[in-house]
């Protein structure tokens, strides 16, 4: 009996080694992995703006390590890796594999001193006209203008601002593209990157561009709104700038003239005074002889009231021997 009960808890231990061996063994050989963030494992990891964090992690069991969510690429079981200049919330996750498996270690890395101010001032100016730059201008079709865009940043500073201005189809760009007065290869109207900011650092930008011409617009006035956008990664912010168009029922300036020299004054005053006085002194000079002028339409007009009295008399006797005639044929 005691023999038989010796055999059947052999057969019982047996069976569980069976089944718990590979249990432990796998428990054993499984991979584990865990990442830090300036050596902290509690996650989330605070850091400032735009500074940078240090990433360490270490692996047992493992033979390979992939990184991923906002790093990248194969990573040693083992090792650490700074990443600069950080300038939005990020989350970083290693996966490493073994015989056993594979384990994963994540940990989030979250921002203070965030920025939170992004001002933008949008202005034009008529070139042709010579105005100065003003959130509107007055132009007429085929004028040439000029912007400028204002930015500035808040206290922390800003990265990579993208400058992106929207030209209504009726204002053409020209270029003349530039940044603080230094002339840049970039195009406003598709996008370009002015590079970062420093705490409260203002930057100029100047573009040139023509009004359209007459043809393009109807008759009247037609408001042209400009706007430019401003933006990051976490911060955005726009203006606008107004060029009223003014066309009249012509096509543009006309070249018939409205006087002499097309001066009000000059026409009205100065030259009948002038024309006045040199008559004068033409006859005092004798260049022009008063006396003979003077006879000479005397003559015409005597000649001219002889002819009408002439024939004032002849339709008079007519007319006396038409009712003498009437009476005989009767």
């Given at each position: 009996?005691?023999?038989?009960?010796?055999k059947?808890?052999?057969?019982i231990?047996?069976?569980?080694?069976?089944?718990?061996?590979?249990?432990?063994?796998y428990?054993?050989?499984?991979?584990?992995?865990?990442?830090?963030?300036?050596?902290?494992?509690?996650?989330?990891?605070?850091?400032?703006?735009?500074?940078?964090?240090?990433?360490?992690?270490?692996?047992?069991?493992?033979?390979?390590?992939?990184?991923?969510?906002?790093?990248?690429?194969?990573?040693?079981?083992?090792?650490?890796?700074?990443?600069?200049?950080?300038?939005?919330?990020?989350?970083?996750?290693?996966?490493?594999?073994?015989?056993?498996?594979s384990?994963?270690?994540?940990?989030?890395?979250?921002?203070?001193?965030?920025?939170?101010?992004?001002?933008?001032n949008?202005?034009?100016?008529?070139?042709?006209d010579?105005?100065?730059?003003?959130?509107?201008?007055?132009a007429?079709p085929?004028?040439?203008?000029?912007?400028?865009?204002?930015?500035?940043?808040?206290?922390?500073?800003?990265?990579?601002v993208?400058?992106?201005?929207?030209?209504?189809?009726?204002i053409?760009?020209?270029?003349n593209?530039?940044?603080?007065?230094?002339?840049s290869?970039?195009?406003?109207?598709?996008?370009?990157?002015?590079g970062d900011?420093?705490?409260?650092?203002?930057?100029?930008?100047?573009?040139?561009?023509?009004?359209?011409?007459?043809?393009?617009?109807?008759?009247?006035?037609?408001?042209?709104i400009?706007?430019?956008?401003?933006?990051?990664?976490?911060?955005?912010?726009?203006?606008?700038?107004?060029v009223?168009?003014?066309k009249?029922t012509?096509?543009?300036?006309?070249?018939?003239?409205?006087?002499?020299?097309?001066?009000?004054f000059?026409?009205?005053?100065?030259?009948p005074?002038?024309?006045?006085?040199?008559?004068?002194?033409?006859?005092?000079?004798?260049?022009?002889?008063?006396?003979e002028?003077?006879?000479?339409?005397?003559?015409?007009?005597?000649?001219?009231?002889?002819?009408k009295?002439?024939?004032?008399?002849?339709?008079?006797?007519?007319?006396?021997?038409?009712?003498?005639?009437k009476?005989?044929?009767?």
């Amino acid at each position: 009996m005691i023999n038989k009960m010796k055999k059947i808890i052999i057969i019982i231990i047996s069976l569980m080694l069976a089944l718990f061996t590979p249990i432990l063994s796998y428990a054993a050989y499984s991979p584990n992995v865990e990442i830090k963030a300036n050596n902290s494992s509690v996650s989330p990891v605070t850091i400032s703006y735009n500074t940078s964090v240090s990433l360490s992690w270490s692996s047992s069991n493992a033979d390979s390590c992939q990184a991923s969510g906002d790093w990248s690429g194969t990573k040693a079981i083992s090792g650490s890796e700074t990443i600069n200049n950080v300038i939005s919330n990020k989350s970083f996750t290693i996966t490493c594999s073994g015989a056993g498996g594979s384990a994963t270690s994540k940990i989030d890395v979250t921002l203070t001193n965030i920025p939170t101010s992004l001002q933008v001032n949008k202005l034009v100016r008529n070139v042709s006209d010579g105005s100065a730059f003003q959130d509107s201008v007055l132009a007429d079709p085929g004028e040439r203008l000029s912007f400028q865009i204002s930015i500035t940043a808040g206290n922390t500073g800003l990265q990579n601002v993208i400058v992106k201005d929207a030209l209504p189809s009726k204002i053409i760009y020209l270029g003349n593209l530039k940044v603080d007065n230094v002339s840049s290869s970039g195009n406003i109207t598709l996008g370009f990157d002015i590079g970062d900011f420093s705490g409260n650092q203002t930057k100029i930008i100047t573009f040139d561009a023509l009004v359209a011409d007459s043809n393009q617009f109807s008759i009247g006035v037609t408001n042209l709104i400009n706007s430019v956008l401003v933006y990051n990664s976490l911060l955005s912010n726009l203006d606008t700038a107004k060029v009223v168009i003014s066309k009249s029922t012509g096509t543009g300036p006309t070249n018939v003239p409205t006087g002499i020299s097309n001066n009000i004054f000059l026409d009205s005053f100065f030259i009948p005074l002038a024309m006045s006085i040199l008559m004068i002194l033409a006859f005092k000079s004798h260049i022009i002889n008063l006396e003979e002028w003077l006879d000479n339409k005397r003559k015409k007009y005597n000649g001219y009231k002889a002819k009408k009295t002439l024939n004032s008399r002849i339709s008079q006797i007519k007319a006396d021997e038409f009712p003498r005639n009437k009476g005989k044929n009767h």
